[in-house]
């Protein structure tokens, strides 16, 4: 068992941080007699793969959905792993279509020269799109 001094050292991560992941149930700590905490080894790998997910701008309710089926006061098996990891790939999956979709979208816009000023007379003639309601249309 680990303390929060110790995982903070392992994970760079703030006790703060640790504290916040413990709240969403992303991770679990135990209590000392003393009331401390103290994680299980194998929340590292937990912690770590938060923290990529933060720097890629994965929102952190991707992860809770991909950590869904981790057991929490154990040390998730291969299987376990794999399972999670193949629910995380079809939302990364997801994540990178829209994001391409997008990249396609202002590629369109901006290659014209217009600034999407003609595009948007051309695509979207009489503001149409706004009856479907605020926002990028186009894009959702």
């Not at 479907?132 to 894009?139: A, E, F, N, V």
């Amino acid at each position: 068992m680990l303390t929060v001094s110790e995982m903070v050292r392992r994970t760079g991560v703030a006790a703060s941080a640790l504290r916040f992941y413990e709240e969403l149930e992303l991770i679990a700590a135990v209590r000392t007699t003393g009331n401390q905490r103290r994680y299980a080894r194998h929340m590292i790998r937990r912690v770590s793969l938060i923290s990529v997910a933060k720097r890629l701008g994965i929102p952190l309710s991707d992860v809770q959905d991909a950590f869904a089926d981790l057991p929490r006061d154990a040390t998730p098996s291969q299987d376990d792993w794999q399972r999670a990891s193949r629910r995380w790939k079809r939302t990364l999956e997801e994540r990178r279509r829209g994001i391409e979709r997008l990249e396609r979208e202002l590629m369109g816009c901006i290659g014209c020269g217009c600034l999407s000023m003609k595009a948007c007379g051309l695509l979207n003639p009489d503001d149409a799109l706004a009856g479907g309601g605020s926002g990028p249309r186009r894009l959702d």
